[in-house]
Structure formats: structure tokens, C-alpha cells
């Protein structure tokens, strides 16, 4: 079965500065898709960046950008030049190739303080 | 183009109770999802329809029902409610293929009383 660990239960830091969210997932599978979401306290969950496994490059979106690293099962996000909207729960999460199901972490609470 | 939409937003039921909240996916998109969010147990999958069948199960109770109609519209069903069932529950849409980013709406927030 597929897991998905993220250490880091909460984190805090300073508005503009870059911070990094670990994750990593444990699969047999060769073929399988990565996300982090964002989920605001509002609880709208957003997506904030795809990463599909057969792909070496990096995915980037604006100010996000991931690590993945397949052979360590490592997928952690950087957030360069950190905004107070920043602030949000943020979650890993595999799915599979063969299916749908989304299999998430436990999220970390990320605040960007002023 | 209009984002996934849930009703109700918010529900308060009593134990032994039913209820039957309805997601409408992004128009186009033809896959549902749905998902359990609690604090102790994290977000968890429920079930998937495409094509107003079932094609995955996650490990819920059968007192968890979905279905999904011809304009792929969704509704979720838990029969005898249980204080554990409190929780955000969270549809998601995606379109016909696998692999496709699911979008997620706000969520039904249910309290069991």
C-alpha cells in the first residue's frame, strides 16, 4: 500500500524569506503522479503543483517549485519569497497510475509571519 | 468556468440519522471523487464515480453510499449516523482520464450530534 509522510507538523516563517515542506511517499509502483495542495483557512483545497514520476525535470509554478528526487521516494516543495497568503495547510500527495485515489499526508500548517 | 459546488455547506444530524449531501463537478468533467477530512485520521478517499459507475472504493463502512447521474452530478449517502462520522467531507472532479488533476470544492462540513 501507498503512504505518504510529511514530517513537518507546523512550520513558521518570516514573510519573504523561502521555506521548504518535505514529503515522502513510499510505492512499488514505477508509474505515478505527486501533488502538494493548499488548503487556506478557509478550507478550499487548491492545487498548487503536479509532478508526473516518468518526468526528470522539476516542476515549477511562479514562486513554487518542487524536489523530486524518485529514487529516494522524496517530493518536497520550496516556496521562494514567502507571502502572507502563503499561509494555508499544505499537503503531499500520490496517486496512482492505475487509479484515482488520491492518498494524501497528514499536511503541515505553514504560517508566514509579517 | 465554475468551480466544483457542494450543498449544503454546513449540516447538523443527530446519531441514527441519514443524510445525502450532492456535489456538481466542473462542467466537462465526468470523473467524482470524494473524501473524508477529520483531525485524527487526516483526509481520506471514500469512493470515485465516472460514468455514474463506482470505480474505486476506499475502506469506509458500507453505511457510505454514492451515486452519480447522467449530467455527472454526485450525492453521497451515510445511513445511521455515527459521532465518528463528523468531519469535512470534500468532493473533487477531474475529467475522463486517469492521471488527471482532481479540483477540489469547499466542502460539506457535518456535525453529529
Known amino acids: 500500500a501507498q503512504t505518504v509522510t510529511q514530517s513537518q507538523p507546523e512550520m513558521s516563517v518570516q514573510e519573504a524569506e523561502t521555506v521548504t515542506l518535505s514529503c515522502t511517499y513510499d510505492t512499488s509502483e514505477n508509474n505515478y503522479y505527486l501533488f502538494w495542495y493548499k488548503q487556506p483557512p478557509s478550507r478550499q483545497m487548491i492545487l498548487v503543483i503536479r509532478q508526473e514520476a516518468y518526468k526528470q525535470q522539476n516542476a515549477t509554478e511562479n514562486r513554487f517549485s518542487v524536489n523530486f528526487q524518485k529514487a529516494a521516494k522524496s517530493f518536497s516543495l520550496k516556496i521562494s519569497d514567502s507571502q502572507l497568503g502563503d499561509t494555508a495547510m499544505y499537503f503531499c500527495?500520490?496517486?496512482?497510475?492505475?487509479?484515482?485515489?488520491?492518498?494524501f499526508g497528514k499536511g503541515t500548517r505553514l504560517h508566514i509571519l509579517p | 468556468k465554475a468551480g466544483v459546488t457542494q450543498t449544503p455547506r454546513y449540516l447538523i444530524k443527530t446519531r441514527g440519522q441519514q443524510v445525502t449531501l450532492s456535489c456538481s463537478p466542473i462542467?466537462?468533467?465526468?470523473?467524482v471523487s470524494w473524501y473524508q477530512q477529520t483531525p485524527g485520521q487526516g483526509l481520506q478517499f471514500l469512493f470515485e464515480y465516472f460514468s455514474e459507475t463506482q470505480r474505486n472504493k476506499g475502506n469506509f463502512p458500507g453505511r457510505f453510499s454514492g451515486r452519480q447521474f447522467s449530467n455527472s452530478r454526485s450525492e453521497m449517502n451515510v445511513s445511521t449516523l455515527e459521532l465518528g462520522d463528523s468531519a469535512l467531507y470534500l468532493c473533487a472532479s477531474s475529467r475522463d482520464s486517469r492521471g488527471e488533476t482532481q479540483y477540489f470544492g469547499p466542502g460539506t462540513r457535518l456535525l453529529v450530534l
Open positions: 462542467s466537462g468533467h465526468r470523473s
Open positions: 500527495a500520490f496517486m496512482s497510475y492505475r487509479d484515482d485515489k488520491i492518498i
